[in-house]
Each structure stands twice: as C-alpha cells, then as structure tokens.
C-alpha cells in the first residue's frame, strides 16, 4: 500500500459513522412485536436484527449492512424514508441530516464557533418580563436569566448549564415533577441542538463529564433520542411555595445561531400565579426579615 492509499484510508477510519451508530440504537430500541414479527422465547437480541430492518424496509441485508457501516455514503431519500418508517421515527430530519455528514459531497466544514453573547436588547427584555425567563445557549448554557428565574431555581443564572444541574444537582432534580422525563426530553432536545457537531470539544466535555458522573445520562445518551427544544408543560415542585406549574415557551432568537427565549408563564386554571407572587416577594424581602 502507498502512502496516499494509506493516508486515505486512515482519513476514512477517523471519521465518526453517526449514521451508523444512530441506526444501530435505534434499531435496539424497536421489540419485534411493534412491527408485527412473532417473538421468540429464545431470542437473545435487544431489538431488530439487521435482517428484519432489511426485510420489513423493502432492501437487502447486504445493504443496510453496509448503511450501518457507513460504507454507503450517499443512500437514497427513499431508502432512508423506509428505514425510518420500520425504525419508527416520528421525525425523518436527524436522519437525513447524519446521511449528509456521511456523504464527503454534503458534509459541512468545520467552523470555529464564536463565544455565545446575548443580544442587549434581548436581556433587556428577559429583565422586564414579570415570569420566569432565561436565554439558553447552543450547549444549553444559561447566558441571561431574570431574578424570577433564579428564585425558581437557583441554577436558573447565567453561567451555569442545564444538562450538568439536571443530571448531577440533586436539588434541581427535586424540583421536577418527572426528573427522569425531563432529563431525557433535555438529551433529546441537546442532540438536536448539536446535530453532527459531536465532536464539537464542549460538546465531548459535557459528555465526557456527564457519562462519567451519572449512570442515567449515559442510558439516556445512548438511546440517540432527538427532539426539538420546544415547550410544553411542566410542573416544578418549589421547596418554598409548593407545586408551580406553568406553560413553557421556547422561542428562537433571530440572529443568534442556536439560541432560544424560554418563558415560563403561569398555567391560568392553576393558583401558579399566586404562588409565583409570594416567592417573588420572599424572593425580594431583606435577608432576616
């Protein structure tokens, strides 16, 4: 082998098979009784095998095997279509977003990401808003947030960063009505929000640290769910005031590349707002008064 040849193929083996290693998760995830195949009291495999992805998607075993490889580097929509139909994917877009990156046509350079500044303007109006309101970033750091928010929660500032207080505060995990829910609709949301950039070196630091420190995050990690970062309800179980539950909003910011609003706003058929009221006010009162 030349060196050229050697070089290529050493290229070739240090670039990461996201598709592949998205297709294999997913395919563990789906039992054969959701796709209408008999169980056997002897199978020993989580999941569908290659086999039965290939079959109930209409293609050989021989090329979904070199999809999961990542030796087809340019699969066509409508097989990617199929395999998301049997892989039950609600969202085909994370899908066809990793099969570009796959494809050397379609993978998108590098680029050096600035450092992630919020809007004057837009802390201007997290400032004046009467509810809880945060920006949070690309990496779902927190870069502006009111003082409603920090009486919320404390974590609720600007520096610290969601995925580390869900998973590793034992005291943010106490707020949350369904801790294990809200941690694994925050990974889903985060691996949207990072989409091929995994090997993005905050990103390899947030995992890193997290996979280390919490058995949850990396069950949760290794499922290779994704969401959108949108909102929805959500109850928070206060220490001080009781259960608060409210409407959450997450809304992108023009201009800011990965950035997002999120308002909390009282729930109307609920005392929420009363009970956002008192904390405000103890929130505000003097230490020792």
Request: some cysteine.
């Amino acid at each position: 082998m030349t060196c050229s040849s050697a070089a290529s193929v050493s290229s070739m083996s240090d670039v990461r098979n996201l598709l592949g290693e998205y297709l294999r998760a997913r395919r563990e995830l789906v039992t054969p009784d959701l796709v209408g195949l008999p169980v056997s009291a002897r199978r020993k495999v989580p999941g569908l095998r290659r086999e039965e992805v290939a079959m109930l998607a209409r293609i050989s075993a021989e090329y979904y095997l070199r999809l999961e490889q990542g030796r087809d580097r340019r699969p066509s929509r409508q097989v990617l279509a199929a395999v998301a139909r049997v892989l039950q994917l609600d969202d085909e877009s994370h899908l066809l977003l990793l099969a570009d990156e796959n494809d050397p046509a379609q993978r998108r350079p590098r680029v050096r990401r600035p450092r992630e500044t919020v809007p004057a303007s837009i802390v201007r109006l997290v400032e004046s808003l009467p509810v809880p309101a945060f920006v949070e970033g690309k990496y779902l750091d927190v870069l502006a947030a009111n003082s409603i928010a920090g009486a919320v929660s404390p974590r609720l500032t600007p520096g610290r960063n969601r995925l580390l207080d869900v998973f590793l505060d034992p005291a943010e995990q106490a707020l949350f009505e369904h801790a294990e829910r809200a941690a694994g609709a925050l990974i889903a949301g985060f691996r949207r929000s990072v989409g091929t950039d995994v090997d993005d070196p905050r990103v390899i630091e947030l995992v890193g640290e997290l996979s280390v420190r919490s058995p949850l995050f990396r069950q949760l990690w290794a499922r290779h769910d994704v969401a959108d970062l949108s909102g929805g309800g959500v109850t928070l179980d206060h220490p001080q005031v009781g259960p608060l539950a409210f409407d959450r909003d997450k809304l992108a910011i023009a201009g800011a590349d990965g950035m997002l609003l999120v308002i909390h706003q009282p729930r109307p058929d609920t005392d929420s707002a009363d009970r956002l009221a008192l904390l405000a006010s103890l929130a505000a009162a003097p230490a020792g008064a």
